[in-house]
């Protein structure tokens, strides 16, 4: 099995969003390894999907707040990370046709099975919720989409995905605390009642490891879970690979 997993301390970023495209794009034209890692911001950052408009935007919050903002290489809608681990994949043998339904599911129930070794009773989301109003298309915590994890019907890692070529890049943001709910303050809004129905309406839809154990959440042993089931993960990859290249010779 060709695996490079590696665990990083706070970055930068515009610096980690750059790795991650550079890696997808690597691993289209090269090939190689499957490369799995686990990231923290170092300090809170807000990101936008990579087709996903700015006019929501209050760009003079940010900029009083010292909070970053930068563009995904990958789609759906903003996240400020901050208390969170973050997972980055670039699977390079995603030649099938459902081969990113496939690492979507995968990925979704090896984060489900670590944060269950860690005391969560987190689940996989099978089917997900239909689009709905302007603020699913704002903050990616305000919906559930299909293969993602959440714990008694709130949503507890949001996650993005693209292809590049027969790679394909996925990364997400596992929430271990609850400054997500903090997008709200950078939101443009109307007014302050605007503001504060947003934070209700992300306060509903989603959770974090925090909340639900009623305790911070021991890291050591959440990024030690993360990697056994990561690794397992890969294993599936690489069979699924295998399986699809001898088919194509059929």
């Known amino acids: 099995m060709s695996l490079l997993l590696e665990h990083d301390g706070p970055l930068e970023g515009a610096y980690l969003m750059e790795r991650d495209r550079a ?76 081969a990113g339904a496939y690492l979507q599911e995968l990925i979704g129930r090896a984060i489900a099975n670590a944060l269950n070794q860690i005391g969560v009773p987190a689940t996989l989301e099978s089917r997900g919720e239909a ?39 996925q990364h997400g943001s596992i929430l271990t605390g609850p400054d997500h709910l903090r997008i709200a303050e950078f939101m443009v809004c109307a007014s302050e009642d605007e503001r504060s129905n947003l934070r209700s309406r992300l306060t509903e839809k989603a959770t974090c490891a925090s909340d639900v154990l009623g305790a911070s959440v021991d890291e050591s042993a959440f990024r030690a879970a993360l990697e056994l089931e990561f690794r397992a993960m890969a294993r599936l990859l690489e069979e699924f690979a295998i399986a699809h290249s001898i088919d194509a010779l059929r």
């Open 23 to 98: 890696e997808m794009e690597r691993a289209a034209e090269k090939g190689g390894a499957t490369v799995v890692r686990f990231y923290k911001w170092i300090v809170p950052t807000l990101s936008l999907g990579f087709h996903q408009g700015n006019e929501r935007i209050d760009y003079a919050r940010l900029t009083a707040a010292n909070v970053p903002c930068v563009r995904r290489p990958t789609g759906g809608a903003a996240v400020l990370h901050s208390e969170e681990i973050t997972y980055s994949v670039v699977w390079p043998d995603a030649k099938a046709q459902h």
């Open 131 to 169: 689009l709905g109003p302007l603020a699913n298309r704002t903050s990616c915590f305000s919906r559930t989409s299909r293969w993602e994890v959440a714990v008694n019907g709130k949503k507890l890692v949001g996650s993005a995905q693209r292809r590049f070529k027969d790679a394909i890049l």
